[in-house]
Structures are given as C-alpha cells and as structure tokens.
C-alpha cells in the first residue's frame, strides 16, 4: 500500500494544496465530511470546502496563507465546516507547509470533532476549550469558568456555586470532582429543596433503628456515603436554621452524629454546595446564619445565564440537535436562519435546561430536515423582551439566508389555522410585510 492509499483511509480528512490553493491531493475521508465531489475540488481548489470561523465569517484560503507563512509553520484553529446540504460540523483543522522538491505546498488535516466519543476536551484554537467535560462554550465567561473549575480541583477547598436555574451548577459540580484527585471516590448528590427538615437531617447525617417513625434500621448519611469523594449539596439556600447548626458543625469538624445516637463519627469528604438564591441577603435578613456561609463560599464560582453567553448558543443548539438525534433516532440537519435568530432574541428564563425542553418540543414536530420557526414552542415568540445586544452582526452573517421560505411560511399558516396577523407577530413583521411575502411564494386567494 503506498502513501497516499494510506492517507486515503485515515479517519480524519486531508488534502493537500499548491501555493495558490490548486488542491493536489484530497481523501475520500474529507471529501465525505465536505459533501462535495474530486471533480468539484479539481475545478474550485480549497474554494470547494466551506469553512465558518466561530465569529461567523468565511474563512477564505488566503486566510489560512497568512497563518502558515514560512515553511514548517504550523496552523491549528477550530472552525465550523458547512456542507451542501447545510448541516454544520464542528471540525479542527491543522496545515502545515513543507517544501516538496522545490514545490512549497500546504498540508491540511480536518477532523470531525462530532466524532470524538469519550473525549472530555475538544481540541480548539489557542488553548481554549469548547467543551469541557459535559459543558460547551467559547464565550470568555465561560472560558473563565472552566479555569476556576481546574484552579478548584487542584485542592480540596469547599465550594459555592451561585447561579440561575438551568445553568448547570450540578455540572459544574461534578466536573471539579472529576478532575480532582477525589475522582475514583463516590459523588454523592443531595437536593436540599426536596425533602422536609426531620428527613433532610436523617439523608444529611444518618439514623438509627427507632430513632424516629418508620426508621426500622440504621442507615447511614449522605456524609459518611461521600467518604472519600465530593458531597454536593444543591439547593443549599433552603435548608431550616436548625439545620444549618448541625451543618456548621460537620462543616467546621468533618464529624457526623447520626439521628438517634451520639457518636461521633469521621468523614474525610470534599463539599461542594450550589444555590439559586441570594445567600447575602439571607444573612443580612438573619435566615442564614453568617459563620455558615462563610465556611461555605471560600470559593465561590458563579454560573453564567443563558442570555449573557452570546455565541455558546449556536455551540449549544448544534450539540443538542446531535443529542436529540440520538436519542429519537432522527435526521435533523440543523436550524433555519429566521429560526436560529428567535432563539438569540429570546432571554431564556429558564437557561439551558429551557433550551434543550424548545429543542425537544421541535423533535417531536419535526422528523427530518430543518428546524423552522413553525416547530418552535409558541413561548419563544410571545416575549417582546428581545435581547438587542444579541443582534450583532457576526451574529447575523452566521445564519444569513432569506428570511423565511415558501415551506416555512406554509407550516405557519398551518399552525395558525391561516391567522396573518399570528403568523406576522411570529414572525416579528407587519402584516403588510406578511402579505407581500405570500404574494411572492404565490399563497394570495385569487382577487388579493
């Protein structure tokens, strides 16, 4: 087998280019992941992959010449690849220049990062991370987050994590444990919102046989389960004062006293704590005493809304749409333009946790294809809290096409039961604006 039937069967897409971009070499690895044809790269060069930079724009190949001048200079970078068929891959490309016999060509590499199960960190530009463990984003706040996360696992320091519902505390959580030296230990999760004081205390600390009604056997607690790992404590803002004592105490000693008993008994444990409500302000009010808090937000890491995390959203909708796909056995290609941008107007009250429930409900409108604004929850339109900072215009250059298709427009008529003003407020125009377009796609009865 000579070199290039072996390059012709690796995994990841390669293909090689002459100064000017004249495409030598191509394998059917990339070929597949451009969706395009030999014929088509013979005739257009590099021109014949479409690449997206994370800012929105096309990346032309006289830009990937000014990242790899001089010879053995090497490009990483992470882009987005767009295929014919519109469905978007995040990919990472490497090209490096080497002289061939007097002839400077470039070699460039394009792996599929959709295709890299089991991979916790998925090669990016610089030294970011798009996805760190189960979290995606490249938005700087986020980035941000991912470093207090490895700077926390460094140590057994406790931790507070402060954040809106949705926002992924527990996973925050979960990922200081797993990069921690306590990862082979036990990661034991308790929500303090969901049980009532005289169970929280026997969940929290233990019990014994007829230390209470229905308490039939010992049972140990959360904390002596966490014993070697992390105990996560979520929804820490609700639990009682008189809790709260008993807490201090096994916060401050790293002693538990099971209910009904007094030994004393030792845990070694790292403790991590997560809540949506403003613990200051509780203990200025008196309902959270001072001296816990402060043993409990040594650290503090506060998560990021939705709404604050500008790009991670198109990050996040490609990743769920894969998710989903998955897990309903569909082929959902993507997102229209119209309907990518009334996801970046709406403010997400509900964060990621909303998103993906919107994206859920589009799954079980749709089976293939695209989504459009017609699969999309009515919630998402009835806000007129748009989100202007939202509407950049690497923004808008990322999803440009028209603003809605015949097929689109038809699916709102439809689910509308033929109401042009529902239909217009759906879509953010005047009727006017509205009646023209269905004058365009021929929809108008005859008279009209």
């Known amino acids: 087998m000579n070199i290039k039937e072996m390059i012709g069967k690796l995994p990841a897409g390669v293909f090689v280019t002459d100064r000017d971009f004249r495409i030598y070499f191509v394998n059917r690895t990339m070929l597949?992941?451009?969706?395009?044809?030999?014929?088509?790269?013979?005739?257009?060069?590099?021109?014949?992959?479409?690449?997206?930079?994370?800012?929105?724009?096309?990346?032309?190949?006289?830009?990937?010449?000014?990242?790899?001048?001089?010879?053995?200079?090497?490009?990483?970078?992470?882009?987005?690849?767009?295929?014919?068929?519109?469905?978007?891959?995040?990919?990472?490309?490497?090209?490096?220049?080497?002289?061939?016999?007097?002839?400077?060509?470039?070699?460039?590499?394009?792996?599929?990062?959709?295709?890299?199960?089991?991979?916790?960190?998925?090669?990016?530009?610089?030294?970011?991370?798009?996805?760190?463990?189960?979290?995606?984003?490249?938005?700087?706040?986020?980035?941000?987050?991912?470093?207090l996360i490895e700077l926390a696992a460094d140590s057994d320091v406790t931790v507070m994590i402060n954040g809106e519902s949705g926002t992924g505390k527990e996973l925050v959580a979960s990922a200081i444990h797993n990069e921690s030296s306590r990862r082979n230990g036990p990661f034991i999760k308790v929500n303090c919102s969901s049980l009532v004081e005289t169970l929280l205390e026997s969940e929290l600390f233990g019990h014994v046989k007829g230390a209470f009604t229905g308490a039939v056997s010992d049972r140990p607690g959360k904390f002596e389960a966490a014993d070697g790992g992390t105990l996560f404590l979520d929804e820490i803002g609700d639990i009682t004062p008189s809790t709260q004592v008993k807490l201090l105490r096994a916060v401050q000693e790293r002693v538990v006293t099971r209910v009904g008993e007094n030994i004393e008994r030792k845990v070694d444990i790292r403790l991590i704590t997560a809540t949506n409500r403003?613990?200051?302000?509780?203990?200025?009010?008196?309902?959270?005493?001072?001296?816990?808090?402060?043993?409990?937000?040594?650290?503090?890491?506060?998560?990021?809304?939705?709404?604050?995390?500008?790009?991670?959203?198109?990050?996040?909708?490609?990743?769920?749409?894969?998710?989903l796909n998955s897990r309903y056995g569909r082929f959902i290609s993507g997102i229209t333009g119209t309907a990518m941008q009334a996801l970046m107007n709406y403010s997400w009250p509900g964060?990621?946790?909303?998103?993906?429930?919107?994206?859920?409900?589009?799954?079980?409108?749709?089976?293939?294809?695209?989504?459009?604004?017609?699969?999309?929850?009515?919630?998402?339109?009835?806000?007129?809290?748009?989100?202007?900072?939202?509407?950049?215009?690497?923004?808008?250059?990322?999803?440009?096409?028209?603003?809605?298709?015949?097929?689109?427009?038809?699916?709102?008529?439809?689910?509308?039961?033929?109401?042009?003003?529902a239909v217009a407020d759906h879509l953010g125009i005047s009727t006017v604006a509205l009646w023209k377009k269905m004058k365009k796609f021929g929809l108008l009865e005859k008279g009209e």
Request: proline letters at 5%.
């Open 32 to 147: 597949e992941l451009a969706g395009v044809t030999k014929s088509l790269t013979t005739r257009r060069g590099m021109s014949a992959f479409i690449f997206i930079r994370p800012d929105g724009g096309l990346m032309k190949p006289e830009d990937s010449d000014c990242l790899c001048k001089g010879t053995d200079k090497v490009i990483q970078r992470h882009l987005y690849l767009r295929r014919p068929d519109r469905v978007t891959l995040p990919v990472f490309i490497s090209g490096v220049r080497i002289n061939d016999r007097g002839t400077e060509k470039i070699i460039f590499t394009v792996t599929d990062l959709t295709r890299l199960e089991g991979c916790d960190i998925l090669p990016a530009a610089g030294s970011e991370k798009k996805r760190f463990h189960n979290m995606i984003g490249e938005s700087e706040p986020m980035q941000n987050i991912f470093r």
């Open 278 to 323: 403003d613990i200051r302000s509780m203990v200025s009010k008196g309902t959270f005493r001072e001296d816990l808090f402060f043993r409990l937000n040594v650290f503090p890491i506060n998560t990021i809304p939705l709404r604050d995390r500008g790009s991670d959203l198109f990050l996040l909708v490609n990743a769920l749409i894969e998710k």
């Open 351 to 421: 964060n990621v946790r909303e998103l993906e429930n919107a994206l859920e409900y589009a799954f079980v409108m749709r089976r293939d294809g695209e989504i459009t604004t017609a699969e999309l929850p009515d919630e998402i339109f009835s806000g007129r809290d748009k989100l202007v900072s939202w509407k950049e215009p690497m923004i808008q250059n990322r999803f440009s096409r028209a603003p809605v298709g015949k097929d689109e427009l038809i699916a709102l008529l439809e689910k509308y039961r033929s109401s042009r003003k």
